[in-house]
């Protein structure tokens, strides 16, 4: 994204939303003080912010979903030192996992959004377009692109789309199966706890793990259906219709003014879609718990929507590494109780989103149920794959 990136910290845009897709830079540094944590896993001592500062990140958040290399750190349940005399949602001796298990199940938590990032499908197995050394990386190599990213840049596509439909085939939904994390939100809107799933995420896995479309907000679009990017035409094409081009490796263009036909994938420099304005403002406002999962909450607008919930409603990131955290009071994840000593509201766990969810659905006695959704997909694929 080196060609977009503005200086925007990615913290910065709390109370004026914008409209368009922007990659974004946090410039707000991870705590960095000695032995401000202890792992709740084992009691030993260590800081998390010593040992995973913001700056050894290289985890992009993209549109197309980026799987991460290598295998996934230990999970990790951060429990903060907090400054004496800070009030705390989470019982420092317990698990923040199981303090927001006991507000769901004493009915505290009843309004859940679930924030997610690549991070949910990284066990989905789609294919990683960003690493050298991989076969789609290399595919796309042929095409010159400046830099990875430039296949979802609105401008690049209008002089060549070719690198992008080469992605899409390889990205197109129905060659993935959900994560556990992809159906542990489906257990939560089984439930009736999901108020709302916002997602980064273009893959429709979602849609694919059952989640009532209703429930869902795709922030950055997804393939489900296409319009041409003519702008006075932008005919409306349906999802099948594009599909049977992509895989004929053509470049759909519109019946009517020859112009590309996209799928609704938001690239960047366009407006994101009206659905994720159009209730933003109302679910936050009824929102009592926020989950976010697997986004390293480097673009905007979405990024900054945490800050949505009121002042007292717990929040949990669940991610490889600490991110979205800001210096100012209000602004951005406070893990550490350094900025709002009256209460500590946000809670940290590190490492694999789909774990983090068995955790979780265990500490609420689910875990059983998550299995079966599980097995149930599955068995539908095999029944699909194998008619009787
Ligand atoms: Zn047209």
Known sequence: ???????????????????????AISDVAVPQSPGSGVESSDSEEESYAESHSSSDSDDDDDLARAAWSGPPPPLKVYVPLLPAGTASLFDASDSSLEAIADMVATGKAKNVIVMAGAGISTDAGIP??????????????QFNLPHPEAIFSIDFFRRNPKPFYVLAKELFPGQYVPTQSHFFVKLLAQKGLLLRHYTQNIDCLERAAGIDPELIVEAHGSFHAAHC?????????????????????????????DSLVKPDITFFGEGLPSRFFELLSEDFAKCDLLIVMGTSLLVQPFASIIDKVGPRVPRLLINRERVGESKALGIGFDFDGRHNISLHRDAFVAGDCDEACALLAGHLGWLEELIAIRTGYVGKQQEVLDPI
């Not at 990683?128 to 190599?141: A, C, H, I, K, M």
Request: proline content about 8%; overall charge negative.
């Open 1 to 23: 994204m080196e060609e977009a990136i503005t200086g925007l910290s990615a913290l910065s845009l709390d109370t004026n939303i914008s409209p368009r897709l922007e990659p």
């Open 128 to 141: 990683d377009f960003r690493s050298p050394g991989t076969g789609l990386y290399d595919n796309l190599q």
């Open 229 to 257: 990017i003519g702008r006075k035409c932008r005919k409306e094409y349906p999802q099948e219709w594009i599909k049977e081009h992509i895989f004929r490796d053509s470049i759909p263009r519109c019946g009517v003014c």
